[in-house]
């Protein structure tokens, strides 16, 4: 007499699935859950965090990077056009709240130092129109453009927003800020590149 063909073997997990079909639905759902909620906290936190590591970084003494940037107002900035006096570089994004707290500052520093110390505003990250209106909120008037291919942010070595740069009159990184920027803290590390 042939041999019947041999039933298939069933485990355990294909009963307990067969006896509530839920169960993979129910597990899906639980991770999709717990990993939406720890996206949202992570983006929650780019946007609210005060950065850790507020205050000096080391930067190496060497030349700053040369670059071109193209402005908001029409025009380009070319780092050489700051030989001879010293420039600060202030990378930021418009969802940035630490952005906003320091905003003003580096606005009245602008108006304080005109003459003795370029500013430069570098948007990363961002869009175009969320960058002009963060502008147009601010009053923002040294000039400003946007790295949309995040080029510049990486020569420099940019680590988060806002982060500051200063380059001295001949044209070498000599300081670099992380977190916002106050008055206070302004006048401080701009003082002694004028001496």
């Not at 717990?34 to 609210?48: A, H, N, Q, R």
């Not at 707290?101 to 990363?124: H, N, P, Q």
């Not at 969320?130 to 008037?141: H, S």
Request: with cysteine.
């Amino acid at each position: 007499m042939p041999a019947s063909p041999a039933a298939p073997i069933q485990t355990a997990a294909d009963q307990g699935a067969e006896a509530n079909p839920w169960t993979a639905r129910v597990v899906a759902l639980v991770v999709a859950t717990v990993v939406l909620g720890l996206l949202s906290l992570f983006l929650w936190g780019l946007g609210k965090r005060s950065l850790g590591t507020v205050g000096t970084a080391p930067v190496a003494a060497r030349p700053a990077p040369a670059f071109t940037l193209p402005l908001f107002d029409g025009g380009t900035f070319e780092l050489a056009q700051a030989s001879g006096k010293p420039l600060l570089i202030n990378f930021w994004a418009s969802w940035c709240v630490p952005c906003e707290d320091e905003a003003a500052a580096l606005e009245r520093g602008s108006r304080r130092y005109t003459g003795r110390v370029a500013f430069l505003g570098i948007d990363v990250q961002d869009t175009e129109p969320n960058a002009r209106a963060f502008l147009r909120r601010f009053g923002v008037t040294y000039p400003n453009g946007r790295d949309a291919s995040g080029d510049i942010a990486v020569e420099y070595g940019m680590s988060g927003v806002p982060e500051t740069y200063l380059i001295d009159r001949d044209g070498r990184l000599a300081h670099k800020w992380q977190g916002p920027l106050d008055d206070a803290r302004l006048d401080a590390l701009l003082e002694p590149l004028l001496e």
